[in-house]
């Protein structure tokens, strides 16, 4: 069958981003299907194409994938204004294609939730079968964040969410929290399963040459965060820590921030200003380049806000890049991953907000360098069993091919 897939951030392995729809395609072209791939310009991404826009929109074929790109530029740090207006073009846009397309599926994928309304269109229009996908549950995330406090923004956000869910013959959630919101809306559990985000063994246990950042040494405790620098990850939290350290004198540990977002900027800016020279800041890489950084470093950060909604409701990328690369992950708030971590021995759990607590933890794991390789590889072990990212490929395909049946 032909799948007409809409993910306005997708991006290929040459991105600096996730590659969870890149590898989903691929799986699905592997199992004898065809995927017309729809989406925009993402900051940090990279789609593989590189001729010109013709008409707002250019097309390649990348991998095997049918890449059909707008001319749509987005980035995490551009204001809410601005963001808002990109997620609505693209809507726009691409209900044009789920009306003229030829094509016997579609599948949507958030963020943003505006994602399912050319889904929407095509289940009601045309009849096509219908998959959408929820990496996200909004508005609750924006509205438990105080990101989006506007009655009828939140009420018209609420009215999507409902029409999406109700709308797709089938749906999928990245985490136990993200199935429960999906059936608390009233949709059958029969039509939910769970799909997490999953490990890419392939390239984080490929032979990679092992790097570290200018202003880190060998000897040196090396913990990374790779993501979103924004408002849901909260990065003062390490520089809290780095703080707490600088105080016991430890300077045998180095914090690596790398990535891009709306408060890098203001997160360097305290960190020169309080003289914290034991945070380091690097510009995002690919995942190649990526496994290399993680092959040299000690410890994984997974950072969010002190936010209850996080706790069930994400399944954020950078965990599962981490324990593929059989590096122990240190984690800041409760849910899921903070009980996998703790059942499996994989890392460090720290309560939310407390300097003096992630400082002990990063202490401990530079005071232990051999029960911290034991940790990493048991998170390894953990990556190999429940993540690996072909298994929940092929169970991705069969849950849209028994759509199609």
Known sequence: MKILYFHQHFSTPKGAVGIRSYEMARRLIARGH???????????????LEGP??????????DGIEIIEFDLA??????????????????????????TERYDLVFATTTPLTAGIPGIFARW??????VF?????????????????????????????????????RVIGLSPGIVDGIAHRGVSRDRI??????????IFNAPAEPWRPAGVEKDQLM???????????????????????????????RLVLIGQGKLKPALQQRAAREGLDNVIFHDPVNKAKLSGLMASADLGLQLLANVPAFYYGTSPNKFFDYIASALPVLNNYPGWLAEMITKEDCGFVVPPESPSLFADALIQAADAREELKAKGL?????????????????????????VAR
């Not at 826009?53 to 990348?62: L, M, Y």
């Not at 399963?193 to 392939?202: Q, R």
Request: glycine share 10%; aromatic share 10%; charged share 25%.
């Open 34 to 48: 065809q995927v017309s791939m729809v989406c925009g310009s993402y900051g940090g991404g990279q789609t593989g």
């Open 53 to 62: 826009f013709v008409g707002g929109k250019r097309k390649g074929t990348v």
């Open 74 to 99: 987005y980035s995490n740090s551009d204001g809410l204004f601005t963001r808002t207006l990109s997620f609505l073009k693209f809507a726009f846009r691409s209900i044009g294609l789920a009306l």
């Open 125 to 130: 229009s045309r009849n096509k079968p219908f």
């Open 133 to 169: 996908e929820v990496r996200d549950l909004w508005p609750e995330l924006p509205k438990a964040m105080g990101v989006i406090r506007n009655p009828l923004i939140l009420s018209a956000m609420s009215l999507l969410e409902w029409a999406s869910y109700r709308s797709a013959h």
């Open 193 to 202: 399963t769970m799909i997490p985000n999953g490990c890419d063994l392939d």
């Open 223 to 253: 913990a990374v965060f790779a993501g979103t620098h924004g408002v849901a990850n909260k990065l003062d939290s390490v520089l809290d820590a780095a703080k707490e350290l600088k105080l016991r004198q430890r300077d045998d540990i």
């Open 378 to 402: 048991r998170g390894r072990e953990l990556a190999v069993r429940e993540f690996d990212r072909r298994k929940l490929a092929d169970r991705f395909v069969d849950w849209l091919e028994g």
